[in-house]
């Protein structure tokens, strides 16, 4: 039976990468040796390594930009950590938009640096908008936002152009929709949702951004020194990594950016419409701040949960339980979801509809 894979994260790959990976994983580049056997420094896969790199800036439309692109290891949790102590070092204050749990803990870690200012929140409303009408104080050392809201289903549709430099968490979201991203001064995102599988992250920055940076950081994080070495300061997650790269490639393959934002649109417009629909669910992310990639929906009457989770099951359905401290369902329809898996979910709930309505 076809699986349909609604996982929020690790999550769905094109079959494209998954074979190329596993041939890998075998015989790497016909060089008779598994690419989890050779050094980082092979000359194969330090053009894998760079070609990544140049993918990514190439994808977010920033060549020539003065951005730089980098594979570090600790998740994006780590970068919430990273981010503050590079970048924390002016004023010793940094804004944050509060719209989740990740953003939230990004903020918990940039505290052990410097003050953090809530610039606005959606934590009263249980997260169920992305605030709008804030004023962001200039005498901060960044503005930090959180792109996709993975656990609750709300997106930024607009973001601020402002005098300091702005940083983004894309985890959820990178590569699925075409932003200007020279707005952005530091970009990052965990590889395990839209850009390949877990052990790496991806960081963009600009530059110019680390002249200012405080030079006496510990090395490892130390975003100036993982530049100057091309991302190879230590030991790079070298599979991780060529499943990204994998990613990138077939990204492109594919028509790029803007090829995926469509496809994100016709998959959200299909499952957001059923929920809108069918008398038997309900959504609770503001309509105007959905989310391309997480559509987070309730049922009204919880008692037939075990009903619906078992249609669910026999149409191959997978990953759909929402996260463990919201409930309820989590579509996840990241770039590799083929459309005919939102259709064989909006068909099961039509069905459960009919079965189940009284
Ligand atoms: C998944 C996710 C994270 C956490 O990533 P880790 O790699 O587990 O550290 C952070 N931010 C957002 C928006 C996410 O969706």
Request: proline fraction near 3%; glycine fraction near 6%.
């Amino acid at each position: 039976m076809k699986i349909h894979n609604f996982s929020s994260g690790p999550s769905i790959l094109p079959d494209y990468v998954l074979r190329k990976a596993s041939e890998a994983v075998v015989n790497f580049n016909d060089s008779g040796l598994s690419l989890l056997e050779i050094s980082h420094r092979t000359d194969s896969f330090i053009q894998i390594l760079e070609e990544a790199r140049e993918l990514v800036i190439e994808l977010l439309g920033l060549k020539n930009k003065g951005y730089k692109a980098l594979f570090l290891q600790g998740g994006a949790s780590l970068e919430f950590v990273r981010v503050a102590y590079n970048l924390m070092n002016n004023h010793k204050k940094a804004g944050y938009i509060d719209t989740g749990r990740w953003a939230a803990n990004a903020m918990n870690e940039a505290r052990f640096f410097g003050e953090v200012v809530t610039v606005a929140s959606s934590k009263d409303k249980d997260y169920a908008f992305i605030p709008k009408n804030y004023s962001v104080p200039s005498n901060l050392d960044y503005l930090h936002l959180t792109s996709n809201n993975t656990i609750y289903g709300t997106q930024f549709q607009n973001f601020p152009k402002l005098d300091i430099p702005l940083v983004c968490d894309m985890s959820s979201d990178i590569f699925s929709r075409v932003l200007d991203f020279e707005k952005f001064d530091l970009i990052y995102a965990c590889a395990q949702k839209n850009v390949g599988t877990s052990g790496v992250n991806l960081i963009v920055i600009k530059e110019e951004l680390l002249n200012r940076t405080n030079t006496v950081l510990p090395n490892i994080m130390n975003y100036k020194m993982h530049i100057e070495k091309e991302s190879m300061y230590n030991t790079p997650a070298v599979f991780s990594i060529y499943v990204s790269y994998l990613t990138l490639q077939w990204i492109k393959q594919q028509g790029g950016i803007s090829a995926m934002e469509e496809r994100s649109k016709a998959r959200s417009e299909l499952i957001y419409n059923e929920i809108d629909r069918n008398s038997m669910f309900y959504g609770t992310a503001a309509k105007e701040d959905r989310s391309l990639m997480n559509a987070v929906f309730f049922l009204h009457n919880q008692k037939l949960s075990d009903y619906f989770d078992s249609l669910c099951k026999e149409a191959g359905i997978s990953g759909l339980k929402g996260h463990r401290t919201v409930g309820g369902y989590r579509a996840s329809m990241y770039n590799a979801l083929p459309l005919e898996s939102v259709s064989i979910l909006v068909e099961v709930m039509r069905k459960f509809q009919e079965i189940y309505n009284d």
